[in-house]
């Protein structure tokens, strides 16, 4: 799938001891590339939305800032669009990367129908990345697990990502899966703008209903005007329901055990309802009728409430990602871990950004942060340990040259 063509991608850019620069809120299938390949990743934080509790996408400042400290970096990622639908200005990106011959990968799992449709960000390839891992089965239509890697020759080399792709991926191809791929191409080159011109219109119904809705909030084109929020796609559709003091995760479930409804994530104040081309009116209205009913049950409970959303440090890198991986651990218990070498990833929803990826050095801040999280009700994901009462950490460790 996507995972697959996103580790192809940074595989056939990185080697051992190369330096990718890579947005802090990534998937996790780029972090198992970067130990996989043996790179060392140079983090980018994304912009966060402090009265949403959600990240953004990075900031051409901040990539221009990485690109003059590492010229050195074999790659630049790229999320177009987030999760939430917020794309930066990914054309201006590329020209800052290319300026200095590094290339382009894209992680678009949420972008395969924006190449067909005027009012929605640029596609990678149009914006003129080199790679992008687009996710035809998320809303393309085609079969789960199916995915399209994009190449442009140039700064990389075609016969070097087809020998790559070749090792990671099955020698018994699917051609259900292949031949699902071909026809949603075909819908989407001959019908694509027609079909996301219903969907967009959908959504922001949906958008402008929710927000005639008491204590409920649904941002869209709003937000747009910062350097992380160039360019958004209101296919998705994201709604705050902390004013109700209730947790998105509590929303979520209720959704499911009143009205059969599966929203696509919950965090602690927000639930993301994608509109797909599966969507008509009917669901449109079963949703906002559905969230009318939510407002009122729980309007007794309803007060404006702020997202405590922080950004963690980004502590140093003593270790690569796969050496850490492979290093011999410990455990041992949370407070008496400051200066380790971490050997796990730890996170918090939201932002959904690694607090400690394997590799760096537990810092007395980042501890301080995620203590302050979980007390505000943040779940923390990630370690073996779900209290948080241990670390896993490395044995013994030399740090990078």
């Not at 130990?35 to 990539?63: C, M, N, Q, R, W």
Request: proline fraction near 5%; glycine fraction near 6%; charged fraction near 25%.
């Amino acid at each position: 799938g996507t995972s697959g063509a996103i580790m192809t991608m940074i595989m056939t850019v990185c080697g051992p001891g190369d330096k990718i620069i890579v947005p802090r809120n990534v998937h996790k299938s780029i972090m198992s590339a970067i130990v996989f390949s043996g790179a060392i990743p140079i983090f980018i934080h994304p912009e966060i939305d402090k009265i949403l509790g959600i990240s953004h996408g990075i900031t051409t400042d901040s990539v221009e800032r990485a690109l003059e400290q590492h010229p050195d970096a074999k790659g630049l990622l790229v999320i177009n669009p987030t999760y939430f639908g917020f794309a930066a200005d990914l054309k201006k990106i590329v020209d800052i990367a290319h300026s200095y011959k590094v290339p382009v990968l894209v992680d678009e799992a949420h972008g395969v129908h924006i190449h067909f449709h005027e009012d929605l960000p640029l596609s990678a390839m149009q914006a003129g990345a080199d790679m992008a891992a687009t996710s035809v089965h998320k809303l393309g239509g085609s079969m789960t697990q199916s995915s399209i890697l994009n190449v442009k020759e140039g700064l990389v080399s075609a016969k070097r990502v087809q020998s790559i792709i070749s090792m990671l991926t099955t020698t018994s191809t699917s051609y259900l899966l292949l031949a699902s791929l071909d026809t949603a191409r075909r819908r989407l080159a001959t019908e694509g703008r027609e079909i996301i011109d219903r969907t967009i219109k959908l959504a922001r119904w949906i958008r402008s209903q929710v927000n005639e809705i008491e204590h409920l909030n649904s941002p869209g084109e709003d937000l747009l005007g910062t350097n992380a929020t160039y360019g958004f796609d209101p296919t998705k559709v994201l709604i705050s329901i902390k004013d109700l003091n209730i947790t998105g995760y509590e929303v979520e479930n209720w959704l499911r055990e009143k009205y059969n409804i599966e929203v696509e994530l919950s965090d602690l104040y927000n639930i993301l309802c994608i509109i797909t081309p599966g969507d008509t009116e009917k669901e449109a209205t079963i949703l906002v009728e559905a969230l009318r009913e939510l407002s009122r049950e729980f309007h007794h409970l309803a007060e404006k409430v702020h997202a405590e959303v922080m950004l963690p440090d980004i502590p140093l890198l003593a270790l690569t990602p796969r050496d850490a991986f492979y290093a011999d651990t410990e455990i041992v218990p949370f407070e008496e871990s400051e200066g380790r070498i971490i050997a796990e990833f730890v996170m918090v929803y939201p932002p959904g950004i690694p607090i400690f990826i394997p590799g760096e050095i537990i810092t007395e801040e980042n501890l301080v942060y995620i203590t302050t999280n979980m007390e505000a009700g943040l779940p923390v994901q990630g370690p073996e340990d779900d209290e948080l009462k241990f670390f896993r950490v490395i044995k013994e460790h030399k740090a990078i040259r």
